[in-house]
């Protein structure tokens, strides 16, 4: 089952205190971006994020769920009508997470 359009909107809206949230559609599902670092996406009207120890140490008691089939497990995040909660968890990871890799040149 492929994620709405509507509820990407909804996400996006949800995390409007935050600049450079950017997202990327892939395969039916949307990758989100904060400040050019992937943090999670979109995954079956689902929102995901990496399993980074300050998301974990953010959110203990938040489940683990596969985004797809064959993939890892992310965290799966309950609190999505709560716009401080978003924009905290998303701060709080963003140290920890990679920076993205560059684009091969074709």
Known sequence: MASSKEYLEFI???L???EEITYRAMMGEFI???RGKIVGGIYDDRLLVKPVKSAI???PTAPYELPYEGAKEM???DEVDNKEFLAGLFNAMYD???NSKPKKKK
């Open 57 to 59: 140490s953010y959110m």
């Open 32 to 34: 989100i971006y904060y």
């Open 16 to 18: 409007s205190e935050l």
């Open 12 to 14: 996006l809206g949800q």
């Open 75 to 77: 965290l799966l995040v």
């Open 96 to 98: 920890e997470l990679p």
